[in-house]
């Protein structure tokens, strides 16, 4: 029998809210280090949270929004681009250890569209421009 997908959801701040009212709550018999410590993870959860994803997540999605479905790729291809946008940040824009013609002559063997490449590398400069 085929597998059920699970669907993958992002966590909440609401959830946070919980954790936080439960260590307040429920564990008052702790002593008072213990719940500090408590209290002082679950704010930095929180704060982790609303930063937000890393740069490669957030390339990822403005890639697939403005290249990827605007240009009509079969979502079977994705894959492709997705390893190529994770290349390139890697590579070329984090440590600068090969340039970009290297990292899109690589994913052109590979069957990638180099127009498509060209217009991630565009959405990619703005993405992690500061």
Do not use: C
């Not at 008052?28 to 930063?51: I, S």
């Not at 605007?70 to 994770?86: D, F, G, I, M, R």
């Amino acid at each position: 029998m085929p597998r059920k997908a699970s669907t993958v959801t992002e966590p909440r701040s609401q959830q946070y809210d919980f954790k936080q009212s439960l260590i307040r709550t429920g564990y008052g018999h702790l002593p008072e280090d213990l719940r500090a410590r408590a209290l002082a993870q679950v704010d930095a959860q929180k704060a982790h949270w609303a930063q937000g994803f890393g740069v490669l997540h957030r390339a990822w999605l403005a890639v697939v929004e403005r290249v990827l479905a605007a240009q009509s790729v079969p979502k079977l291809q994705y894959a492709t681009y997705k390893a190529y946008t994770n290349q390139y940040i890697s590579k070329v824009v984090m440590k600068g250890s090969e340039t970009a013609d290297m990292v899109m002559a690589k994913f052109t063997r590979l069957g990638a569209d180099s127009s498509i490449l060209t217009a991630i590398n565009a959405v990619i400069g703005e993405v992690t421009s500061p």
